[in-house]
């Protein structure tokens, strides 16, 4: 979707993608995702989600990227914090703590700017995006995780046809494709009964994978 669709939103406040919790699946594949830590862990498209203080609560350093100035300010205010405020060419740097937003596109992010990490918790971003944006947005993260870094991936599977995203529904297949010569270990899928898929009478399947950078 493009930029403004995502700043509309937050704008207006039609934010019914916000989780009022910690996501289940980061507790969940906590010790095989982040076992090993202290990490420095990338959030993408992270919107105000409590993700974010909790991987800092766990000793962890964190960068969100997030396109949206009222969402990194929620994100901000929802965790008592008070952060700074720099420009760092196409971002704003928002900074507090073990906390960092770098509020702007995502697929302006490089090395130089997020810095090392090895972790990515891709927990609703590349199903946010539409097919044309998913190759440019893996491109992306491809370049900046490190060898033998994580992903812990989140993703949909449906009938597009019976529902226009986001989310999107991004099959196994896209995945292996996106992450061709990557380990990844399948830990988890389920077909939830319960939320707006099930109103609309949509079978989906919801995977989680572990991916590692050769």
């Known amino acids: 979707m493009h930029a403004e669709f995502w700043l509309s939103r937050w704008e207006e406040g039609r934010t019914g993608f916000h989780r009022e919790d910690v996501h289940a699946d980061l507790i969940r594949f906590e010790d095989r995702f982040l076992g090993d830590g202290p990490h420095r862990v990338l959030v993408p498209l992270c919107g105000k989600t409590l993700d974010l203080a909790w991987l800092a609560s766990r000793g962890h350093t964190v960068v969100g990227v997030e396109l949206s100035p009222v969402a990194a300010a929620a994100l901000f205010e929802q965790a008592g914090l008070t952060p700074t405020k720099t420009e760092d060419g196409p971002f704003t740097r928002w900074t507090a703590g073990s906390i960092t937003i770098l509020q702007g596109d ?8 997020v810095g090392p990490i090895d972790r990515i918790w891709d927990r609703a971003a590349i199903v946010a995006l539409d097919p044309p944006r998913r190759e440019r947005y893996a491109a992306t993260v491809r370049a900046l995780l490190p060898s033998g870094g994580l992903i812990l991936q989140n993703a949909f599977a449906y009938d597009q046809s019976q529902m226009d995203g986001p ?15 990557w380990d990844r270990t399948l830990l988890l899928r389920e077909n939830p009964i319960e939320g707006k898929f099930a109103e609309r009478g949509i079978v989906i399947e919801i995977s989680r994978y572990l991916l590692r950078k050769p």
């Not at 995502?106 to 700017?113: G, I, K, S």
């Not at 989310?167 to 010569?181: K, N, S, W």
């Open 167 to 181: 989310p999107f529904a991004v099959p196994e297949d896209e995945i292996a494709a996106h992450y061709a010569g």
């Open 106 to 113: 995502v697929f302006e992010a490089t090395p130089e700017r």
